[in-house]
């Protein structure tokens, strides 16, 4: 019975692992998410903001900060004040959008992307660019990504192991039973 067991087991891993590569071969929807360009501000150097994997519709992307403003241009009295502006562009129909920033100042920004369904996209503090006068530096550049990280792959040989273990178990249950009752 054992053996039969394990049999049944590495069948129905090569089932799972084998069968699920010819699905891959369609083209996979990007995953939701954005990236800035460059990812560390600089007062006056434009950064773009670009996202993939969205809804096709209006997608609103916020930014606040010291400095920024609506109609507000940046000067010894509004630069120390922080606030936020926000700007709606559409997506398009294959889900990607972008917006172009350009910092009042060099200093750390929070970036906020919300989709058509009204999911937050990302949410990010951004650093102020570092260096000497000609460019500056950044760890990163990516927004924090939403979903899941394990392969489905492995999601459907968990799924099968455990359906495989509860039919063992029914199995050695009813095997006692009608021993039981034979006896």
Do not use: H
Request: glycine share 16%.
């Amino acid at each position: 019975m054992l053996k039969k067991t394990a049999a049944a087991l590495a069948v129905a891993g090569v089932i799972a692992l084998g069968s699920a590569t010819p699905a891959f071969a369609y083209p996979v929807a990007p995953a939701p998410g954005c990236t800035v360009s460059p990812a560390a501000f600089t007062a006056g150097t434009p950064s773009v903001i670009s996202c993939v994997g969205l809804p096709a519709g209006p997608t609103t992307f916020t930014v606040a900060g010291p400095g920024v403003g609506p109609g507000v241009i940046a000067s010894v009295a509004s630069a120390a004040a922080s606030g936020s502006a926000s700007v709606t562009k559409d997506a398009s129909a294959e889900g990607t959008v972008s917006a172009t920033f350009t910092p009042p100042q060099t200093a750390s920004y929070s970036i906020t992307v919300v989709d058509a369904e009204g999911n937050t996209v990302a949410s990010e503090t951004l650093p102020a660019a570092s260096g000497t006068g000609t460019g500056g530096s950044a760890s990163g550049g990516g927004l924090a990504v939403t979903g899941g990280s394990v392969a489905g792959e492995v999601v459907w040989l968990g799924v099968g192991a455990l359906g495989l273990g509860g039919i063992a178990v029914a199995a050695a249950v009813a095997r006692r039973r009608a021993a039981s009752v034979a006896s």
